[in-house]
């Protein structure tokens, strides 16, 4: 696959910790032959927004990400989330936006990256773009692993909670009105992601355990695009053979 290098206006940053908590190593784990940070990888580089690095906080990673063309840096195994190992991944280069796109989501598409860079672009007033996509399965709508957010009539986002939001109350009028999951990546300008590091961790973000509370808690706007239902993500052991079934599934379509 070629490399792609872009405009230089978008550096899109795929955070790849090795030690996971709930599955050590799993961004090296084959999916269908390919570990799940090559399909990660492999989707970055398609949507061709711009130059695509990988950071990390292990030599396995760095070694792997390498051996298949991959831009790599290490990062301090001190960074407390994804976000602060991007921060420190884009430090010196000149990109006016930074994505921070998942090391665990291997059917990311080339669409929905552009389709919420493009949402940020033409959202002026919003310092930080990412994307939702409707609530299909019941079952997600409990779930406190499937975080759910509200939206205003510009597709901002008003709040991102584990909880059902917004409550459907059995007396209202409003049928049929959807839920919405959100999509686990962000692309923040530049200056908003030098600011988003720099604040200490909000109450709302730390009840929830959801970082992007902190933004909205400061006032950073968070312009949301809709998009067509993603693939699964690989959080726990299990998910492989969700992933796998999920790919067999796309291909004999």
Request: hydrophobic share 40%; proline share 7%.
């Amino acid at each position: 696959m070629k490399k792609n290098h872009g405009t230089g206006d978008c550096l899109v940053v795929i955070p790849a910790r090795f030690g996971s908590q709930r599955f050590p190593g799993k961004v090296l784990v084959p999916l269908a032959g390919k570990p799940v940070l090559q399909w990660c990888w492999e989707a970055a580089v398609k949507a061709g927004l711009g130059e695509v690095l990988i950071a990390t906080e292990h030599e396995k990673v760095l070694a792997f990400a390498r051996s298949i063309g991959a831009r790599a840096v290490m990062t301090s195994p001190r960074c407390q989330s994804g976000t602060d190992r991007v921060r420190e991944a884009s430090r010196g280069t000149r990109a006016k936006f930074i994505i921070n796109m998942q090391g665990d989501e291997p059917f990311m598409t080339t669409a929905t990256l552009k389709k919420a860079f493009k949402k940020l672009q033409d959202s002026p007033d919003c310092a930080i773009g990412t994307a939702c996509t409707r609530i299909t399965e019941e079952r997600d709508i409990a779930n406190p692993n499937c975080v759910k957010v509200a939206l205003n009539a510009r597709g901002r986002a008003l709040y991102f909670s584990r909880s059902p939001i917004p409550f459907h109350h059995p007396l209202s009028d409003l049928k049929g009105y959807p839920w919405y999951k959100h999509c686990g990546f962000y692309i923040y300008r530049r200056e908003a992601l030098d600011r988003f590091v720099k604040l200490k961790p909000s109450p709302l973000e730390r009840l929830e355990r959801l970082e992007q509370l902190r933004a909205l808690e400061n006032g950073m706007q968070i312009a949301v695009a809709e998009v067509p239902q993603p693939g699964p993500a690989i959080d726990v052991p299990a998910d492989i053979r969700t992933a796998s079934v999920f790919l067999k599934r796309l291909k004999g379509k």
